[in-house]
């Protein structure tokens, strides 16, 4: 009966490192998201998957991110060379439904990224 | 564009008062709107969406929204605050449209003071 799990809830990582965060939906949910959280700010929508499809990617900020989720059901979300800029809460959500109707997300605790 | 605008940065209000949280949007065709609360270091609780049918939706925890469509909002409402409802609040918005996908975009936040 647990919720979304993500890991590891906090990183820190040098300018300059490869990083990467897991999202375990809650079983038997289709549809998985990631979004982005800055400080002070509102959740901004990176990328979406249903089942292992990865439907839309138009959020993810530049080519070195890159998110999977090989089996339809554990996703990485995997940034290459990280800058500063990438400091940010990393939530992952899933939902019941496929994408296009009124299911509501349930969201994991997120991963809270620093890079020095 | 697709967008929510939540206009209070902060509202403060005393325990037992009414508390009202505001949210207007902007989207192509019938939105999908939902809220969410945020406690500190945790990640997104959903709390009540609006899909079709009754302008008054009742969520959880006592929480209550109004859709008005002429007005384009969709503010939070609850008749007598806890201390414990202090916490970040999120409007979203999810288009209707199948090619608009299952992402949601949120507004900015709004942080809730609840007084005893």
């Known amino acids: 009966g647990a919720g979304v799990s993500q890991s590891p809830r906090y990183k820190v990582a040098k300018r300059g490192q490869d990083v990467a965060l897991r999202c375990d939906p809650i079983s038997g949910h289709v549809s998985l998201f990631w979004y982005q959280q800055a400080l002070g700010q509102g959740p901004e929508f990176l990328t979406y998957?249903?089942?292992?499809?990865?439907?839309?990617k138009s959020g993810l900020p530049s080519d070195r991110f890159f998110a999977e989720r090989p089996e339809g059901s554990v996703s990485t979300l995997k940034i290459q060379r990280t800058q500063q800029e990438d400091s940010a809460v990393y939530l992952c959500?899933?939902?019941?439904?496929?994408?296009?109707?009124?299911?509501?997300?349930?969201f994991g605790d997120g991963t809270r990224l620093s890079i020095l | 564009a697709q967008s929510v605008a939540q206009p209070e940065d902060q509202v403060n209000v005393a325990e037992g008062n009414p508390l009202t949280v505001k949210c207007t949007y902007s989207?192509?065709?019938?939105?999908?709107l939902f809220w969410y609360v945020q406690y500190p270091n945790r990640g997104l609780q959903f709390l009540l969406k609006y899909i079709t049918g009754d302008n008054l939706v009742k969520g959880s925890y006592g929480f209550e929204a109004e859709f008005n469509k002429s007005q384009t909002s969709f503010h939070l409402k609850k008749p007598s605050a806890l201390v414990s409802d202090s916490a970040l609040y999120f409007c979203a918005v999810r288009g209707s449209s199948y090619n608009q996908g299952g992402k949601l975009i949120f507004g900015q936040g709004t942080e809730l003071s609840v007084k005893p």
């Open positions: 959500a899933s939902s019941t439904s496929r994408g296009e109707d009124n299911q509501p997300q349930h």
């Open positions: 989207v192509s065709g019938n939105p999908y």
């Open positions: 998957f249903q089942n292992e499809a990865q439907l839309d």
